[in-house]
Structures are given as structure tokens and as C-alpha cells.
């Protein structure tokens, strides 16, 4: 360690030495004369004068009027212009800011790209690592701070602002303050009963806050699971609050769902293949068994919704990403693009059936039914996110009665 922060050192040195030394050192200009070549030109030409003097080309009058003309010429044309001798001062602000900010920055790169275990003993590591994720943790608390002050004063002032509630939950459990996590997301709750991730996000709080998914936490996830049953956050909560009162089949069942929906290179995926395994042993259930239950299927169309089969147009196939979002949502023909009714699941499933109806209400307040005529978005977003960007695909019906029945839809745009 000591060798390698001699090395270092000695680099950093050398750095600054060769950045500083021209900053500290007086610098001076020579004196130059702008018009040099000038003046040897017109002294070419009085020589050229002079030897056609000699040579008898010129008679003495012509001679002295050449010469004279000459002269006007170069008293206009040239003249006594010379650089001023420049003297700057030693530039000791720079070199001061220069000589701090150096081995500031060659600290932070090395911290950012380096790896210090390879030169620090795994116990002392493991001490500065934790030592630093406390400072860390602290600084991020510093940081977000007057943002989390901002959202309570906006909240003070309306209170029925269910998004910004959910967001000072989400912050609150960054901060791992977990009491005012459930707080906040027992508010967002009752402004958007029918949002999955506000639902899943809640439970989790509250489980992490009580340590136990037992009640309420497990009945937050199963009612975001009515509202999307391939939540990947729901069915996870789920399963786990199955598998801790021992009903191990019914963890099997979400914990296999959550593998249909998550990618095939998910990092959690080796995790759930273990708790899955676990669980068959558990149970004495054979791997055999066909106990796996399918996402449940789309509902049949009906007057007080619609329904209908969302295709991918061919000429999109390359382009079509299998893990991603695939959103399928009504909004106003009119007005208003906040979706009326929405559902989700994954891109590999197209062709897809999907239902919309009130159930579906993004916000009970701005369901379907109350609707005039509405238009049908189906949109596959890499993000996940059901906001339009450039690259997703994505395909939009005609306008719509709200309880028009069947309603097919062909993805074929590449959003710009």
C-alpha cells in the first residue's frame, strides 16, 4: 500500500511541476520589427537604383527622381513599427487552483474506475467500504433534503396530489426512513387505488417496516395483482408472503409467472429458480407436475368495455424487442391524453388479446364508462415507461365509442 501511494504521489508530482513551473515563471516577449521583410525589399530595389546609376540606364535627374519616389514610398508604406517588449506576472491563482484541483481529480477518477482492494487488505477494505457507505448514504441525505422539504410544501398546499405522495414515499425509502415511507404511500393509496407499482411499492414498505409481508403488505400485492397480474414486483411480494406461511404451492405459482414476464438474462432469475426449487422440496411436489398456472387470459368483450386482438405488422418483426413493455391503453379522443383504462405485459406475447374496462382505470376518478369516444393505444416501450419516445412501436385505432365492443389493432409505427 505504502509503495503504491509513493508511486502515485511521485506521478502527481511530476505533473504538477511540469503544469506550474511556465505558470510561475516571468515570461517575455522579444522586441520585433512587423515591417523586416519590407525593409529588405525596398533596400533591394535602391540597390537596383543605384546600379542602374552605374550602368548609365539612368541619368543623374532620372536617378534622383527614382530615389526620390522610392523614399515616399517607404516612409508610407513601412515606416517604425515594432512589438512593445511584453512582460507578464506569474500566473499564482491558476497554479494555486491547478495545484488543489489535480490530485482532486486523480483521487475521484481512481476511485471511480479503479479497484482499491487489489492494493488495500480485504479486512481494511471491507472497513473503509463500510466507513464510506455511511458517508455516502449521508451526503445523499444532505443532498435530497431541500427537495424533500419542496415536495411536503407543495403537498401542504394540495394535499390530493397522489403522484407527488407516491414520490416522497419512493424517496423516503432511498433514505431508508422507512415510517415516513408508509406514510407517504398510505397517502398515495387513497388518491390511486388502482395504480400496480404504487400498490407493490407500498407493500414492500410496509413489509420491510414490519418485517413481515403477513396482512397487509400481502393483500396490497395480490389487489395490484387483480390490476396487473404479471406485475413482476406484485407476483415476487407475493410469492414470498406464500412461501413464509408455507403455502408452497401457491409460492410456486407466482414465482412462475414472475419468470414468464422477466427476461431470460435477469439477474434475479438464478434467485428465483433457487426458491423455486426449494419450495417443490418443501412440498414434495415433482418437478413433473404441471402445477405452473398460465398469466390469466383476457376477458371476453363485453358492453361496458373493449376488447380485441393487438398484432405486430410484419414489417416490424426485426425491430421488435421480446422483453419489452407492451402497453395497450384508451384515452379521449379529445382532450385529455391521460389514459382511461390500461393494460400491461410483455412484447413476447403479441399477438395479444387484451379487455379494458373500469377495472383497468388508471385513477378511479377517470374511468371508461364516463367516456364519449376514446381512441385504443397499443405501444411497445423498451423503457417500460407507457410515456411515448423515440424508437417505441406503436400503433393507434380510429376514434371509438367507449363501449364499442371489438376493437383489433396493428402496430405499425417506429415512434421518431
Do not use: C
Not at 506569474?90 to 487489489?118: E, H, N, Q, T
Request: proline share 6%; glycine share 4%.
Amino acid at each position: 500500500m505504502l509503495l503504491f501511494l509513493a508511486i502515485i504521489s511521485g506521478l502527481i508530482l511530476t505533473v504538477l511541476v511540469m503544469i506550474l513551473m511556465p505558470l510561475l515563471r516571468p515570461q517575455t516577449a522579444a522586441k520585433t520589427d512587423a515591417n523586416l521583410e519590407r525593409r529588405a525589399i525596398f533596400r533591394q530595389q535602391f540597390e537596383e537604383l543605384e546600379q542602374d546609376k552605374l550602368n548609365s540606364t539612368l541619368d543623374s535627374t532620372q536617378y534622383e527622381q527614382a530615389k526620390s519616389e522610392l523614399q515616399r514610398r517607404m516612409l508610407d508604406e513601412v515606416g517604425v513599427v515594432a512589438s512593445p517588449v511584453i512582460k507578464s506576472n506569474p500566473d499564482r491563482r491558476l497554479a494555486i487552483i491547478l495545484l488543489l484541483a489535480i490530485p482532486i481529480a486523480a483521487v475521484l477518477i481512481y476511485l471511480k474506475i479503479g479497484s482499491l482492494s487489489s492494493v488495500v487488505p480485504s479486512s481494511s477494505f471491507e472497513s473503509q467500504s463500510l466507513s464510506q457507505q455511511t458517508v455516502d448514504e449521508n451526503a445523499l441525505a444532505r443532498n435530497i433534503e431541500p427537495l424533500l422539504q419542496s415536495l411536503r410544501n407543495k403537498l401542504d398546499k394540495n394535499p390530493q396530489d397522489g403522484e407527488s405522495w407516491a414520490l416522497l414515499g419512493r424517496s423516503y425509502v432511498e433514505l431508508k426512513r422507512f415510517d415516513e415511507a408508509v406514510k407517504a404511500y398510505k397517502n398515495a393509496e387513497k388518491l390511486l387505488p388502482n395504480d400496480p407499482q404504487l400498490l407493490s411499492d407500498y407493500a414492500d414498505a410496509l413489509a420491510v417496516n414490519g418485517h413481515s409481508l403477513e396482512g397487509l403488505p400481502e393483500k396490497l400485492a395480490i389487489r395490484a395483482l387483480k390490476l396487473d397480474p404479471g406485475h413482476p414486483k406484485a407476483l415476487m411480494l407475493a410469492g414470498s408472503a406464500a412461501f413464509d406461511r408455507k403455502d408452497y404451492k401457491q409460492a410456486i405459482d407466482f414465482w412462475e409467472r414472475l419468470k414468464q414476464v422477466l427476461p431470460a438474462d435477469s439477474e434475479i432469475q438464478p434467485e428465483l429458480t433457487a426458491s423455486i426449487a426449494e419450495s417443490r422440496k418443501l412440498s414434495n411436489i415433482k418437478v413433473s407436475e404441471p402445477l405452473v398456472k398460465k398469466l390469466p387470459p383476457q376477458k371476453n368483450a363485453s358492453a361496458s368495455g373493449i376488447s380485441g386482438t393487438v398484432r405486430l405488422a410484419p414489417s416490424l418483426a426485426s425491430k421488435l424487442d421480446a422483453n419489452a413493455t407492451l402497453f395497450v391503453f384508451a384515452r379521449n379522443a379529445q382532450g385529455s391524453p391521460m389514459p382511461l383504462a390500461i393494460v400491461r405485459d410483455v412484447a413476447r406475447n403479441l399477438p395479444y388479446n387484451y379487455h379494458l374496462d373500469d377495472s383497468s382505470a388508471l385513477v378511479a376518478s377517470h374511468k371508461l364508462s364516463q367516456a364519449g369516444e376514446v381512441v385504443i393505444v397499443a405501444r411497445v416501450s423498451k423503457t417500460g415507461d407507457a410515456k411515448l419516445q423515440a424508437g417505441d412501436l406503436q400503433g393507434i385505432s380510429s376514434v371509438v365509442k367507449a363501449n364499442a365492443g371489438v376493437v383489433n389493432l396493428e402496430i405499425d409505427q417506429v415512434a421518431p
